[in-house]
């Protein structure tokens, strides 16, 4: 109890000292000394008991450890109070980033999820669009695949088909009349831009 009682006796440049030495009581004996205000110094700007406490805890656990490259110029206390708030600054910093990133990774996830079910919807429609220009009469079909998937225009497909150009003008009129009836809630303009 003596030598315990010593210590509290020393001055704070005495438990640097000791402590770079190794010696647990000096360290110890800085925890007791500071604990309560560094707690307090930390709660007040955190605002949080426990990560008050665990930074403290940090603030102590680092010292120890670097214990031995430790250099203290001045006054312990203003040292132990700046290493709390540069934890306390860390924190914050972190903060932030992780509330970047979280929103920026909310952004991916939504863009990710829309561009998802866009790609879902597009996909589900030109298979309907699909399946309704193959249920098309044959010489409607085969005139609207020339013209909106080959990129032909009437005169091309009379030639190729060896039919009249108002034929063929009538069957592509047809054709359309038949799938907007089929497809009355799709754009046929935004798919077939050339409608």
């Known amino acids: ?13 005495q438990l640097v000292l000791l402590l770079k030495e190794s010696n647990a009581i000096a360290f110890t004996e800085m925890v007791n000394r500071y604990h309560t205000l560094l707690f307090s110094f930390a709660y007040r700007r955190l605002d949080d008991k426990e990560q008050a406490r665990d930074l403290v805890h940090d603030t102590f656990a680092n010292i120890w450890e670097k214990r031995a490259m430790l250099i203290i110029e001045g006054i312990l206390e203003a040292y132990l109070v700046q290493v709390v708030k540069n934890k306390i600054l860390d924190h ?9 990133y979280i929103e920026n990774f909310g952004k991916y996830l939504n863009n ?14 030109s298979t309907l ?3 309704e220009i193959a249920a098309l009469p044959e010489k409607l079909r085969v005139v609207f695949e020339l013209s909106r998937k080959k990129s032909m225009n009437r005169k091309e497909i009379s ?4 039919i009249p150009e108002n ?3 009538t069957n592509l009129q047809r054709s359309l009349k038949i799938l907007r009836v089929k497809l009355p809630t799709t754009n046929l303009s935004v798919l077939f831009p050339f409608l």
């Open 1 to 13: 109890m003596a030598l315990r009682a010593d210590y509290t006796e020393l001055p704070d440049s």
């Open 92 to 100: 914050f910093k972190h903060q932030q980033v992780s509330r970047k």
């Open 112 to 125: 990710t999820q829309n561009n998802t079910d866009h790609l879902v919807r597009h996909n589900d429609l």
């Open 129 to 131: 669009i699909e399946k």
């Open 159 to 162: 030639e190729y088909l060896g």
């Open 167 to 169: 034929t063929v003008k």
